[in-house]
């Protein structure tokens, strides 16, 4: 069980990160899922590996426009598990990721504050104060176009102080003090003890759709096309299912 996010350079990743000798013999699936999949796929990769502990599951989190960027680089990739369906989408219109796209869990958001809401925020409209310090993913990522799209559909027009290349980057900024407040994934803050959720209601929210398929083989991607679509299976099945509501998703 490696994590890649460690790694600067991607492509390079199975080398800079290395499997140990012991490792040798598992077969690899490389997994390339949004931020906000963090915990649940923690939790799916050690229960995945425990019925198959043959295979040996490695992640990499990070932004989903990042991921699909790096996967059309040629970065060592089976699996790619995104916020929108749209960014599958455009990974299997380049060829990079065999379709169809399967949507597994869906997600909504929320407002994230500091704990015990100390600026009193108690809807969108509140963070148009000027005197709130408010961060926002980037719209290139989909936390930062669903968040663009409820603030727009609500009136509502925010000068963000930064632009976060994931939804965990606004969530941490959040949560260590540097940031008012956010526009998160509600799953986002149920690990985090810092931060609290300020509920948007469902007429001015978003439903966001994670999509998962198993990236184009190449040589530079080194990988067991039987266990990347056996890995795929059991996100899509009763064991992924139940894990991924146990961390609040929807489920189609």
Do not use: H, W
Not at 89 to 115: H, K, M, R, S, Y
Not at 191 to 210: G, K, L, R, W
Request: glycine share 8%; aromatic share 6%.
């Amino acid at each position: 069980m490696i994590s890649l996010a460690g790694c600067t350079a991607v492509v390079a990743t199975l080398s800079a990160c290395g499997r140990s000798d012991s490792d040798a013999d598992t077969v690899p699936v490389n997994v390339f899922a949004a931020s906000s999949l963090t915990e649940a796929f923690a939790r799916i990769e050690a229960a995945y590996e425990g019925e198959y502990p043959a295979t040996d599951v490695v992640i990499n989190f990070a932004g989903s426009s990042a991921l699909a960027a790096q996967i059309r680089e040629g970065a060592p990739a089976n699996v790619f598990a995104s916020a929108d369906l749209a960014t599958l989408e455009a990974a299997i219109a380049f060829g990079d990721v065999a379709g169809p796209p399967q949507v597994f869990a869906t997600n909504t958001l929320a407002i994230a504050v500091e704990l015990g809401n100390p600026k009193n925020i108690r809807n969108l409209r509140d963070l148009a104060a000027p005197e709130l310090i408010v961060v926002l993913a980037d719209t290139t990522v989909p936390a930062g176009k669903y968040a663009a799209e409820v603030l727009a559909a609500s009136g509502v027009s925010v000068t963000p102080a930064s632009l976060e290349q994931n939804v965990r980057a606004v969530l941490s900024k959040v949560a260590l003090g540097e940031a008012d407040a956010g526009i998160v994934y509600r799953t986002d803050l149920a690990s985090e003890s810092n931060a609290q959720a300020v509920d948007i209601p469902t007429d001015q929210n978003v439903v966001a759709e994670y999509a998962i398929g198993s990236v184009t083989s190449s040589d530079d991607r080194p990988g067991d096309a039987a266990a990347t679509a056996q890995f795929i299976e059991f996100v899509l099945g009763p064991a992924g299912r139940s894990t991924l509501e146990a961390a609040g998703f929807g489920l189609p």
